[in-house]
Every structure is written in C-alpha cells, then in structure tokens.
C-alpha cells in the first residue's frame, strides 16, 4: 500500500507531462474556511506557494487589538478618537511597528496576485502562471485534472 501511495504521485505528474506542459510551478489561492489540501508530494523543483486571501484581514485585527489593548491600558483623557489616535500613534513610534508594518504589506500579496492572476473565486489553483483550476479542494485531484485537459484552461 505504501509503494502504491509513492507511485500514484509520479504516475500522475509523468502523465501531466505527456499530455501537457511540464508543470514548474503551482499557486494555491484559498481562505481560512476554503482550503486545498496539500495532498501529494512534488519535486523540490515544483514550487507550491499558497495564497490566504484573508491573510490581509488577520493582520488588520492584530493591529486593532493591539490598538485596543493600549487603550485599555491608557488612562483615559479626553475623547475616545483621541485615545485611539494616541494608542496608535504609540504603536507607530514604537519598536514593534516595523515587525506590523512588514506583516500588513506581507498581507496584501494574497489579494494582489489574486488580481493580477484574474481569480474570480476559490479554492482556485494556477498552475505554470497561466492555467487556472476552480473549485478543486485537492493538489492531487488538480494535477490530475491538468493532465487530462492537457493545455484546456
């Protein structure tokens, strides 16, 4: 059974290369609540970059938290915009805001290649920068289906 497991992933991608370009590189955009599973092992060569399209989202309630924790923290003096303003102002001045600030530009990436690629919904799966598979929750069942449509978008 265990050798079996090991042959199905290099019959499935020798015969997505038979049939269609040679796959070099495989984009995954999902969500928290859609995923791909990760469910064969590629070449090292074959790169497998995941996109979490509400990775922007996690970032953004990070930051509002912490901007809340230091409000909390504050005594309070004057309004409440003001108090907020300070906390974040305080967060921007401080040391941790180069960590947040990479981590919120990091977050946009998803949604930007989600763009750039023209993904109208998900789970979806790019494979070579150019073929795009909607709706397949898994990287086996994709590259099978690659395989079998040959170059067909």
Known sequence: MNLLKLLVPIVV?????ASAEDIYSIRIFQND????????RLSLRTPVITHNLDAKEHSERKLKTLVKSKVDEAPKRGGVKEAYLSAFSDIQNGPQWNAIYQE????????ERAVRYGIKKIPAIVI??????????SLEEA???YAERGKRQ
């Open 13 to 17: 991608l020798a015969c997505a290369s």
């Open 33 to 40: 609540s859609i995923q791909v599973q990760q469910d064969i």
């Open 104 to 111: 919120i530009v990091a977050s946009t990436e998803p949604e």
């Open 128 to 137: 070579n920068d150019k073929y795009i598979l909607y709706g397949i929750h």
């Open 143 to 145: 590259i099978r289906v």
